[in-house]
């Protein structure tokens, strides 16, 4: 979500009203290069790139020429997705399902019957961790927390706090592979572990003791130790090793060893690692390598880590019925962007679908539909506001926009033109839906509570305007505070979370809101990440204004790559302190709620992986939808 920018035009060149004449005609394409542009920074006279852009005018009682992000259209056909289809809804898979649930169970509740084969006191620990970081990874934990629960309790209760753990209770040395796991899987969960356990495991030049002859063995250990790695807080030096070292111990063992599910999980971990990865990706990949033996190792351990069959089942059968929930809902969703009239805004980037991916893959719960819904809404309408805010509307248009949202009545559309009012009904209804929803659970009216928070939203865009008309480039710390805001991390996150079945009192509701630090950690990534990956393509639409722009301004002299290498080490620092406040024992939050806005920030985060997966969705996001949404996994 790019930031603000409205170029001031020439006084003849008068604001309508809308963009579409008065006599109903479509606008047609002017293709105009707009000369230099002048900025004016501390007192001197700057000169930005030439710009190149596809602009449209319309004849009205007044002409203007309005800026255009020039973005491809929606990529999916509505008759195309109206037609799709799954028979995974049929109550046969339902009962199937709980029928595997229960075996499940039971497969659970075995590892406390030792039978000297499979559950020795040799193994019992490492069998626990597996069995729990395997029904997570399939995206099916949510049918065993309280066997979660008791397993992990378990592996605490013979925690070593200066050494981790061995495979088994009565190991006599502990293990890498067991530490690693049992370190990131129980610092997820909430128990006070220390990183300080995996410097046990290092010598005296700080190298973790991993084989050089790399066998399936020592892969898989520097593959939980990287896993384990990435739930870093801050401060924690092992960790900053622990990963430098896995990552290329990791690296180098891809150009020893054949293609087979230990690479592609290797490949997987390193390419979306965890604050770009989703659960119901992860599970989606995961199916794929689980319980394929290809290695003379597996094959040889397959009996230690236990018949997983019944788990790769459930895991596909549950990821198929929610394909047919999502089909449902994405079809409710096009029915909704269709009858709200912002199919009209040819001018925006319409990404529904996309969106709707997005929260799919992080609310798999399927009674957590309100919150699927209201997460595509809530960011599409960003999307929309942003192409209005930083390219198609006019400083006056905008400004009339904003005051209309905080007057907030449907009789205020009358003030707008055309094309806004579209999208002031737009946001006045998905908003009165949503809190509609949240009273559900929240035993309250949540709506004005809600409106604050896209209010300031709108007035930080704005803020980043008015820089840009005025000419002046703000400094780092001017921008990059109302960047935070302008993010839209905050109106993206807020009406969802409340839909969802966790009461959330005000007291509560603020410290996973503004003006909690959770809040700002999260908006602080969105922000700082965004821009490395959106600041060239802003520029180009005259949009200068950026954390890399701002910081060279503080800083005379400073490249871009210095910005770059300043801006990538404070997201570093970020993602550790979120990790922090998003796992912290001593948190009054729920955890579901904690849980939700988190994966919310790693959806965001993981359309910027490559590049802004918003604006160029026909490569990397295309091909999410199409495995996530409109494909079923194989069975």
């Known amino acids: 979500m790019s930031p603000v920018s409205v170029i001031s035009l020439p006084s003849h060149l008068c604001l309508p009203t809308s963009f579409i004449d008065r006599s109903g005609r479509e606008l047609k394409p002017l293709h105009i290069t707009i000369p230099n542009v002048a900025m004016r920074r501390q007192g001197k006279l700057m000169t930005g790139a030439s710009m190149s852009m596809n602009l449209r005018t319309a004849v009205s009682d007044d002409a203007v020429i309005r800026r255009r992000g020039d973005y491809h259209s929606n990529l999916w056909d509505d008759d195309f997705i109206q037609s799709l289809s799954a028979p995974y809804g049929e109550p046969s898979y339902l009962e199937r399902a709980e029928r595997l649930i229960g075996e499940v169970k039971k497969l659970f509740n075995s590892m406390s019957e030792e039978n000297g084969e499979l559950i020795t006191p040799l193994n019992d620990l490492i069998q626990r961790l597996w069995m729990v970081d395997s029904v997570e990874r399939l995206g099916i934990d949510r049918h065993f927390e309280n066997e979660i629960e008791s397993a992990l309790d378990y592996v605490y209760s013979y925690w070593s706090v200066e050494k981790g753990i061995g495979c088994g209770r009565e190991s006599v040395v502990t293990d890498l592979n067991s530490t690693a796991l049992g370190l990131r899987t129980l610092r997820l969960h909430g128990y006070l572990v220390s990183s300080e356990v995996l410097k046990d495991f290092q010598d005296q030049n700080g190298q973790f003791m991993c084989s050089p002859r790399k066998t399936e063995g020592e892969i898989r250990s520097a593959l939980n130790l990287y896993r384990a790695s990435l739930i870093a807080f801050p401060g924690e030096k092992v960790m ?56 003379p190792w597996l094959k040889k351990n397959k009996e230690q880590y236990m018949d997983g069959e019944k788990l790769l089942e459930l895991a596909k059968l549950e990821f198929n019925m929610f394909h047919s929930l999502q089909l449902k809902e994405l079809q409710d969703i096009c029915r909704w962007w269709k009858d709200s009239g912002l199919p009209k805004l040819d001018f925006s980037r319409h990404r529904h679908v996309e969106y709707y ?29 942003d192409d209005i805010y930083d390219t198609f509307g006019t400083m006056d248009e905008i400004e009339l926009f904003t005051e209309a949202v905080r007057r907030w009545d449907p009789s205020e559309t009358d003030r707008l033109p055309d094309y806004m009012k579209t999208v002031y009904m737009a946001l006045y209804s998905a908003l009165t839906e949503m809190a509609r929803e949240a009273e559900k659970t929240q035993g309250r009216d949540t709506l004005n509570y809600a409106r604050k928070a896209w209010e300031a939203y709108l007035e930080s865009y704005i803020q980043e305007a008015k820089w840009i008309a005025s000419g002046n480039l703000p400094t780092f710390e ?23 079945d966790v009461p959330l009192p005000e007291r509560v509701l603020t410290g996973i809101d503004f003006p909690s630090r959770f809040n700002d950690l999260a908006s602080s990534f969105l922000r700082l ?8 393509a802003d520029r180009t639409r005259g949009e200068e204004a950026s954390c890399i722009s701002c910081y060279m301004k503080d800083n005379p002299g400073s490249t871009e790559e210095d910005a770059l290498q300043h801006i990538n080490a404070m997201i570093s620092d970020v993602i550790k302190e979120l990790n922090w406040e998003f796992l912290r024992p001593d948190s009054y939050i729920p955890m579901p709620a904690r849980k939700h806005a988190f994966d919310i920030t790693r959806a965001l985060h993981h359309l910027y992986l490559y590049r802004d997966g918003f604006s160029n969705a026909t490569m990397e996001t295309k091909n999410l939808v199409r495995r996530m949404i409109l494909e079923p996994v194989p069975v």
């Open 240 to 295: 900053e090793d622990a990963e430098i070292f896995s990552s290329k111990y990791l690296k180098e063992a891809m150009q020893e060893i054949s293609v087979c599910s230990l690479s592609q999980e290797i490949e997987y971990a390193l390419e979306y690692g965890w604050h770009t990865n989703m659960p119901r990706l992860e599970a989606r990949n995961y199916m794929d390598v689980f319980g394929h033996p290809t290695s």
């Open 357 to 385: 991916t997005l929260g799919s893959c992080i609310a798999t719960d399927p009674k957590h539909r309100a919150f699927r819904l209201g997460f595509v809404q809530t960011c599409h309408l960003n999307t929309v506001l």
């Open 478 to 500: 001017e921008y990059y505070e109302n960047g935070k805001i302008s993010s839209a991390y905050r109106a993206a996150a807020l009406t969802p979370i409340l839909t969802l």
């Open 529 to 536: 990440r965004g821009d490395t990956r959106c600041y060239k």
